[in-house]
């Protein structure tokens, strides 16, 4: 949704008593102050969140989120809903669906493999995408999980947790020095080092042209 100003009858529906109890305006607006501290409180007020604004699209999609948004005189798609009535920037937004949808053994198995690597001395990306990259390779379906149909619940429980258990998280890369670059002559060029010195990015066969530029620049 392209940014816009907000309609009068936008603002006094959001700031309305029944509006803010029926989405739980509190409590958001208190999750989202929580996201300011550190790591682990940090990730654990972002699931909170993401629980929070599921429910509040939950209310959104009912049939009393649509008459009152109706008797308002309001027509919001559900990312208009999230960013003018909630505050969240769209990719915010459906990054808290998404979470909001993960089994609960996904997330603590995250967590764990976090502090795992903590406790080696390692970076783990305790976030939002980072957690959603972690569950992304994991496929509880039964196909994937090697059990048929006729397989009882605890077989089932039992396939589902081994398959959670499993999986791995990738440590986290701090990046000291980014670079991308539009080369008019030649190629783009796209370029990351991380704090232990290893170097990626893409046509780096270009570097010298952006390196000259740069120079270029600084002596003019």
């Known amino acids: 949704m392209e940014n816009r100003e907000i309609l ?3 603002t006094a529906f959001i700031n309305s008593d029944a509006f803010k109890i029926a989405v739980n305006i509190r409590d958001i607006n208190a999750a989202k102050r ?4 550190y790591a682990t409180k940090k990730f654990t007020a972002s699931i909170h969140l993401s629980n929070l604004i599921a429910n509040a699209t939950e209310w959104f999609n009912s049939e009393a989120g649509k ?12 990312n208009e809903f999230g960013q003018i009535a909630l505050g969240m920037e769209k990719r915010q937004y459906n ?3 998404q979470v909001a949808k993960l089994d609960e053994r996904i997330i603590a198995a995250f967590n764990v493999a976090c502090d795992r690597l903590i406790a080696a001395s390692e970076k783990a990306d305790r976030s ?7 569950a992304k390779d994991i ?31 990738e440590e986290r890369t701090n990046y000291i020095l ?11 060029l796209s370029l990351r080092i991380d704090d232990n010195g290893n170097l990626t990015g893409s046509n780096l066969e270009e570097i010298s042209a952006a390196v000259s530029l740069i120079a270029n620049t600084i002596n003019q």
């Not at 939002?128 to 972690?134: A, D, P, R």
């Open 8 to 10: 009068s009858i936008e």
């Open 34 to 37: 929580s996201k300011n501290s």
């Open 67 to 78: 008459e009152a948004l109706l008797d308002a005189g309001i027509s919001w798609t559900k």
């Open 95 to 97: 990054r808290c669906l």
């Open 128 to 134: 939002l995408i980072g957690l959603l990259k972690f």
């Open 139 to 169: 496929d509880l379906s039964n196909e994937a999980l090697g059990i048929d149909d006729e397989a009882s619940e605890d077989e089932i429980i039992e396939a589902e947790n081994e398959a959670i258990e499993s999986a791995e998280i």
């Open 178 to 188: 980014t670079l991308s670059f539009k080369n008019t002559n030649g190629k783009n």
